[in-house]
């Protein structure tokens, strides 16, 4: 039994991934952090083509500056029953720039753990690659019906 044919998968262009990028606000930074890869919350903002989102001086800052990187989110539309994928890779860089940092300022990235996160940084993608798929019904796979499933197929 072939529960999901290859071709139900659609491979999205750069501008479609943009505008999904851009209708979520968290994502799923991953960086290399002492030769082995680490995954990391953030709050993001789609700006001018690139994802800007604020950190503290840790792990995850200098991880970023240091090696390329990449963010992940996904998601999933209950009107086609279609999941979707998104990943961006690309180079972080920290914004210093007085002007710069006033209009970072103005995207009101408001992270949603406390602390100091006082360094905005821009990933400057060099590879925008997303797909969408029609999901499985959830008894095929015996999954426990705890996802965005869960309307459709009840």
Known sequence: MNPQAPDAIEQLTPEECLELL???TVGRLAVIVENHPDI?????????????FRTGAGTKFWSSMRD????????????????????VR???????????VEAADALRLDPW???SKTHYLRLNLYSVTGRRFTTTRPDIWRTPVRDA???LFH
């Not at 990391?40 to 800007?52: C, H, L, Q």
């Not at 390329?68 to 990943?87: M, N, Q, R």
């Open 113 to 115: 753990q406390p602390g």
């Open 68 to 87: 390329p990187c990449a963010l992940e989110i996904d998601g999933f539309d209950a009107d086609t029953a279609k999941a979707w994928s998104v990943v």
């Open 90 to 100: 690309g180079e972080a860089r920290i914004i210093v720039d007085r002007q710069e």
């Open 22 to 24: 851009g209708q979520s």
């Open 149 to 151: 499933r869960t309307e």
């Open 40 to 52: 990391f919350p953030v709050n993001y903002v789609v700006d001018r083509g690139s994802i800007v």
